[in-house]
């Protein structure tokens, strides 16, 4: 059974290809009912094509099963597809077995062509439903209006909407094209540079000549020119009521990384660069590679990026306790370094407000059991280094028992156990 | 309100399509105007940028262990050796694959005891006492196979993926990857104990990467770099000709050699204080000291031990790439043709306990989590004699192993055959270990590239795979 299952994970990649793959068993429908139609006595060919069309819809109907998993779409019409397909393949399979009925006129006969006529309406129906899944629900132009209460659901700005309101019905919540959707901020924002309509992507579409093959929109009545116009206007003014709201999306900019680590004297640098990764907006902020240009002031310089510390590494830096609780709250800050500083006991109280930690090294700074037991509630740490502290061995025990997720790493500075020789 | 005519871009899809039919260059061309889309914009001073994903690991340090070191006798134990001691390997393994000396012996059995090591119960023979106190560490890759048979090549190989001279040593990919954090150092060490490759500094060279890239050659004993002590007469001469150098070549990327020496020049002026900074061991403890074996009575374990501190300073300096080449220790590095048993020990006694030491440090100062080591030499030895009592080289399945960042310690990954001769599970290639190391510091092997020679080149070629398999 687990073999079973290892070839279907195997199967799955193909599973892509279903949309392609069910032209094939409607163009051999299609020809196969010609046949019947126009030339009632080609045998031969009337089983080749049965045959081939009952082989390329279980085909198809087995790549859409693989496919269905994978897509998210909505259950229901997932669920109806999966059987019409299935149900389509079933009678294909029919069809194929009984093209070998040849005299006219007989049961088998008869059989066979209610069996074609079956399939046709089975493939029709699957046909049917596979569109919706892949384009949205049927629209027609001019049964959905302007003011339809969908269309312009949570638009963010009323006059670009309002310019844009044609476009929603490809590019809104029902078809989402190009996956844009243009009744929101975060798809407006994909295709608008805020002060400048040339560079933005939805003016320069609309505004290109009638043939062009990026023209919006494709078909039908293009914008009028000063709807076209006003656009324009909106986008030159700085698209004024266009903001865009992600947890995501970083506060900052490259400019104001760079200032900020010229006046903080630190490295500052973002964890990955990957636009839709989101690490990319979570910096790392080392003074540990340049130590001497750490100074009381340092820690303040960083308000501006506060919010989007991931990582802080003061080693070997001339942090002192007055600095550290002077310093920003960093919310999402996971790693910190403040091995081989000055810090004490009194640190640990804005050490410990930082939930987030996963990883704290004090290394080397005179924390003492006092400070250590108030370390207990930071849950999240993983791994905790309190070598040459003050921290006893009993207080270790104790906050291994309070943070079991935590690996903690006290001293081990000589060898554990003797070697066998000649060490 | 621009004419309706006028495309605010100015090459339409239908434009190149139509001089595009003409000759397929034009996509080139596109592509080459593309550019930095395709690979890293290079960068000439080499300063900090991110990866393409979170790093696990911020240093890698690569214990290079030169010559070639046996599998059979340090951590791939193989009993069948032991009963087969003295037979004919072709009776018992069969068709074997020429050898350089073509000089085949009998079976050799190890002449060292294998034993269970940590809680994992890791193999580690007896050469490695002290390694045996950090097994749980180790992340074993007994299915490592290389692509030469013969040092000068595999060394290129194992060092940027290329068995021919003049490739980007993978230290030097690094810094162009990532750049280097610390502006006072390189961002490639090679920390030398005396003995050089085969193959030369090439080994350590940034090939077409900017100049900055490549591998500066520290000793860990006197004075650790070459001219490091300022000549000029006056206290700030030497600043004042810089800036004379860089007003000459102002204006940015005229020639990226000249940029990249001047790069170099101003790292190298900082490099004065940063250096003796660095080789000052006079802030370690007794016990730090004792545990490298800094104060040894063997010379070779002295020299190591004083690489591997070296290191884990560098990596506290956040520099990203260091590489340690072996002692010497009397006779040849572990390259045992002949004389196994007093070659392996002597190469082994050297780097045994700092090895040990630098793990064992890393992990209690909170450093290892966020260091990739990295152990191995080019290519293994065959499990046959050459001649009376030695080993031949074998490229077909040998050992490599990697600890720390990310890395699952305590398991093995990969296995040669009853006689570990050739690698039949979990085969591993250095263009795969090149790619792990990558991937853990942040960086996607198969979108690090730099455009030379009309391609966009990578450290693994066209190959490679992470070994997810061996990743925390």
Redesign the interface.
């Not at chain 1, 790493?409 to 156990?417: I, L, Y």
């Given at each position: 059974m687990t073999s079973l299952q290892a070839w279907i994970d195997a199967a799955r990649p193909a599973g892509v290809l279903h949309p392609a793959l069910v032209h094939a068993p409607i163009g051999l429908l299609v020809a196969l009912v010609l046949v019947e139609l126009f030339a009632r006595d080609a045998t031969r060919v009337r089983r080749v094509l049965a045959w081939a069309l009952a082989l390329s819809a279980l085909v198809a109907a087995g790549a859409g099963w693989l496919h269905a998993d994978g897509t998210g779409v909505d259950d229901a019409t997932i669920f109806w597809h999966r059987w019409t397909g299935v149900g389509f393949a079933g009678v294909a399979l029919v069809v194929a077995l009984l093209s070998f009925a040849s005299t006219p006129g007989t049961a088998w006969r008869r059989g066979y062509g209610l069996a074609l006529v079956a399939s046709a309406a089975a493939a029709g129906v699957a046909g049917h439903q596979g569109g919706e899944l892949v384009h949205g629900p049927l629209v027609f132009d001019g049964w959905t209006t302007d003011d339809d209460e969908t269309s312009v659901a949570d638009a963010p700005q009323h006059a670009a909407s309002t310019w844009l309101a044609s476009c929603v019905r490809c590019h809104g919540p029902d078809r989402r094209e190009a996956d844009l959707r243009l009744d929101t901020s975060e798809g407006l924002a994909r295709v608008v540079v805020p002060g400048a309509a040339?560079?933005s992507e939805v003016?320069?579409r609309v505004?290109?000549?009638r043939d062009?093959?990026?023209a919006m929109p494709p078909t039908g009545t293009p914008l009028p020119?000063e709807t076209?116009?006003a656009l324009?206007a909106w986008i030159d003014a700085g698209a004024a009521g266009l903001t865009v709201a992600s947890d995501d999306a970083p506060s900052w900019t490259p400019e104001l990384l760079a200032e900020v680590a010229a006046t903080s004297g630190a490295?500052v640098?973002?964890?990955?660069?990957?636009p839709d990764?989101p690490?990319?907006s979570r910096l790392r902020v080392?003074f540990?590679?340049?130590p001497d240009a750490f100074d009381p002031t340092s820690l303040a310089a960083l308000a501006p990026v506060a919010a989007h510390v991931a990582t802080l590494n003061l080693?070997?830096t001339a942090l002192d306790d007055a600095t550290l609780l002077a310093a920003p709250h960093f919310p999402q800050l996971e790693r910190l370094?403040v091995?081989r500083t000055a810090i004490g006991d009194a640190s640990v109280d804005w050490i410990a407000r930082h939930d987030a930690l996963r990883?704290l090294?004090l290394?080397g700074t005179s924390v003492t059991d006092a400070g250590a037991r108030r370390l207990a509630r930071l849950t999240s740490l993983e791994?905790l280094?309190l070598?040459d502290t003050d921290v006893g061995l009993a207080e270790v025990s104790r906050l291994r028992a309070a943070l079991p997720r935590a690996r903690i790493?006290?001293?081990?500075?000589?060898?554990?156990?003797k070697?066998?020789?000649?060490? | 309100?621009?004419d309706?005519?006028d495309?605010?871009?100015g090459c339409?899809?239908?434009d190149l399509l139509t001089r595009g039919a003409t000759g397929f260059g034009l996509f080139a061309l596109q592509a080459l105007l593309a550019g930095p889309a395709f690979g890293r914009a290079p960068t000439q001073t080499g300063g900090?940028?991110?990866?393409?994903?979170?790093?696990r690991a911020r240093s890698v340090i690569f214990l290079y262990m030169d010559g070639g070191p046996s599998q059979v006798d340090t951590f791939d134990p193989k009993p069948l050796l032991q009963r087969h001691h003295g037979e004919d390997p072709r009776q018992v393994i069969g068709r074997l694959d020429d050898t350089q000396f073509d000089d085949v012996g009998t079976i050799l059995a190890s002449p060292w005891e294998f034993r269970r090591s940590g809680e994992s119960g890791l193999w580690i023979s007896?050469l490695f006492?002290?390694l045996?106190?950090v097994a749980d560490e180790l992340c074993v890759l007994n299915g490592m196979v290389a692509r030469f048979p013969e040092h000068t090549a595999a060394n290129y190989f194992l060092h940027s993926g290329h068995g021919l001279q003049g490739r980007p040593s993978m230290g030097a990919w690094f810094g162009y990857g990532l750049g280097s954090?610390?502006?006072?150092l390189p961002g490639f060490v090679v920390l030398n104990g005396g003995l050089v490759p085969p193959g030369g500094l090439d080994c350590f060279g940034p090939g077409f990467l900017p100049a900055t890239h490549q591998g500066s050659v520290f000793r860990p004993e006197g004075l650790a770099v070459t001219n490091i002590e300022p000549r000029e007469m006056r206290d700030g001469d030497q600043r004042r000709l810089l800036d004379v150098l860089g007003r000459l070549e102002s204006g940015d990327g005229v020639d990226p050699a000249v940029d990249a020496a001047i790069a170099n020049y101003e790292t190298a002026a900082r490099m004065q204080t940063a250096v003796p900074d660095l080789t000052d061991l006079g802030d370690e403890?007794a016990?730090?000291r004792?545990?490298y074996g800094v104060d040894s009575e063997?010379a070779g374990t002295r020299i190591y031990g004083r690489q591997c501190l070296l290191a884990r300073r560098l990596v506290?300096?956040?520099v990203r790439f260091i590489e340690l080449t072996c002692p010497h220790v009397g006779h040849d590095r572990w390259d045992q043709h002949s004389n196994l048993t007093k070659g392996h020990e002597d190469n082994a006694?050297a780097v045994d306990?700092p090895i040990a030491a630098l793990l064992?440090?890393l992990?209690?100062?909170?450093l290892l989590?966020e260091t990739l080591v990295v152990w191995g030499g080019e290519f293994g030895r065959t499990p046959f004699a050459q001649g009376a009592h030695g080993r031949d080289h074998n490229p077909q399945g040998y050992t490599m192993w990697l600890a720390g960042a990310g890395v699952r310690g305590g398991t093995v990954y990969g296995r040669t055959d009853d006689f570990g001769y050739r690698a039949i599970e979990g085969r591993t290639e250095v263009h795969d270990l090149h790619a792990t190391m990558l991937h853990l510091c942040?960086l996607d092997h198969e979108r690090l590239t730099y455009r030379f020679g009309g391609r966009d080149i990578r450290l693994t070629d066209v190959f490679g795979r992470v070994l997810h398999e061996v990743l925390a």
């Open positions: 040339v560079d003016y320069r505004a290109l000549p062009h093959d990026d020119p076209v116009a324009a490295l640098v973002p964890l990955a660069d990957a990764d690490d990319a080392e540990h590679t340049r080693r070997t370094h091995e990883h090294n290394h791994r280094v070598h790493t006290v001293g081990e500075a000589s060898w554990p156990t070697p066998t020789d000649d060490g | 309100m621009s309706a005519h495309t605010p871009r339409s899809r239908r900090p940028r991110p990866g393409h994903h979170r790093a007896d006492p002290h045996r106190s954090d610390n502006e006072n403890s016990a730090t004792a545990l063997n506290e300096r956040g006694r306990q064992l440090d992990r209690q100062r909170g989590d942040g």
